[in-house]
């Protein structure tokens, strides 16, 4: 049951690497809770502006997936994607396949980020008397 085909219809025409890169589309705040006159001080109201930055850094990625019903097509294994822009620099490989694993890069005017995301997927089919786990 877990090699049926599907149409690629299905799949929407970006792999998981490319939209990977749609967390930096919101530079601003990135560059606001690391260079701008708001944070270069120490004190309580410069440290709840940068929690609330990194608040809705991913809350505003979300909202921009609210309407995307399709997947993304998943990576080859060693697959790579870069995004490069006069204000960052982003880069992303595809380490691992099982379970599907991307490591990132991104770099911009007064910050660099290292990490790697990994998502993991649970398949029910429901059918006839009971549901199988895959």
Do not use: W
């Not at 691992?96 to 790697?116: L, Q």
């Amino acid at each position: 049951m877990t090699k049926v085909s599907l149409p690629v219809a299905l799949n929407e025409p970006l792999n998981a690497l490319q939209r990977s890169a749609e967390m930096i589309t919101n530079m601003d705040l990135i560059r606001k809770m690391t260079v701008s006159e708001e944070v270069k001080s120490d004190s309580p109201e410069s440290s709840c502006f940068r929690l609330i930055c990194a608040a809705v850094l991913p809350v505003t990625h979300l909202s921009t997936n609210r309407n995307r019903t399709k997947k993304p097509f998943n990576p080859i294994l060693g697959e790579t994607f870069e995004y490069i822009t006069p204000e960052v620099r982003y880069f992303s490989e595809q380490v691992c396949h099982h379970p599907p694993v991307t490591a990132f890069h991104f770099e911009g005017e007064g910050f660099e980020c290292e990490s790697y995301s990994s998502v993991i997927q649970s398949f029910k089919f429901g059918g006839g008397t009971g549901t199988l786990d895959f």
